[in-house]
T-cell receptor, first 113, second 112 residues
Framework: GENVEQHPSTLSVQEGDSAVIKCTYS??????FPWYKQELGKRPQLIID?????GEKKDQRIAVTLNKTAKHFSLHITETQPEDSAVYFC????????????FGKGTTLSVSS | NAGVTQTPKFQVLKTGQSMTLQCAQD?????MSWYRQDPGMGLRLIHY???????DQGEVPNGYNVSRSTTEDFPLRLLSAAPSQTSVYFC???????????FGSGTRLTVV
């Protein structure tokens, strides 16, 4: 089955700096890679996702890149703000084959002002 | 739409007791999944379903049973609770042909 590794487990940055979180996956048939943000005591919320036919996707201050050959994808947050502080999870799945999401273990991002 | 509704929000069980965590969605989503979340372990898939009458095991299925008799409901059953099942449980769903899963607000379960 799919296995998703996520690094780093914790990340501390100063407000305004960029943050990068990296994930690798094992199943070459996976074709959907979402990123979720979870604030303390809340449910995970989808913030951005990418499909395997795309190499990069941006949405304002966040972007995701995908390298299918190396089987890794990354989340980039620019101009970080204190409200970006949360736990971020990457995930992978074979979306059209009906498999569920397999998650990485998460990255705790702390943005200090 | 109410979205994905999980009940109860909190539960304390004694070792050996049984209970059912409820998950319901009113969005006609075919795909539903159960996850448990433990500190430092991320979200681990317990069971999932791609439609009524179809279920499959995830990464950590032992100690849990599921059934999917209707599109709307996907209950998770603990037959004999153990302290190792203390966790936060999330249910998620999505519409077939789409990509993003919507999560419920979670159930915090403590087994003593």
């Amino acid at each position: 089955g799919e296995n998703v590794e996520q690094h780093p487990s914790t990340l501390s940055v100063q407000e305004g700096d960029s943050a990068v979180i990296k994930c690798t996956y094992s199943d070459s048939a996976s074709n959907y890679f979402p990123w979720y943000k979870q604030e303390l005591g809340k449910r995970p919320q989808l913030i951005i996702d990418i499909r395997s036919n795309v190499g990069e996707k941006k949405d304002q201050r966040i972007a995701v890149t995908l390298n299918k050959t190396a089987k890794h994808f990354s989340l980039h947050i620019t101009e970080t703000q204190p409200e970006d502080s949360a736990v971020y999870f990457c995930a992978a799945s074979r979306a059209q084959a009906g498999t569920a999401l397999i998650f990485g273990k998460g990255t705790t991002l702390s943005v200090s002002s | 739409n109410a979205g994905v509704t999980q009940t109860p929000k909190f539960q304390v069980l004694k070792t050996g007791q049984s209970m059912t965590l409820q998950c319901a969605q009113d969005m006609n989503h075919e795909y539903m999944s159960w996850y448990r979340q433990d500190p430092g372990m991320g979200l681990r898939l317990i069971h999932y379903s791609v439609g009524a009458g179809i279920t499959d095991q995830g990464e950590v299925p032992n100690g849990y049973n599921v059934s999917r008799s209707t599109t709307e409901d996907f209950p998770l059953r603990l037959l004999s609770a153990a302290p190792s099942q203390t966790s936060v449980y999330f249910c998620a769903s999505k519409l077939g042909g789409t990509y993003g899963y919507t999560f419920g607000s979670g159930t915090r379960l403590t087994v003593v």
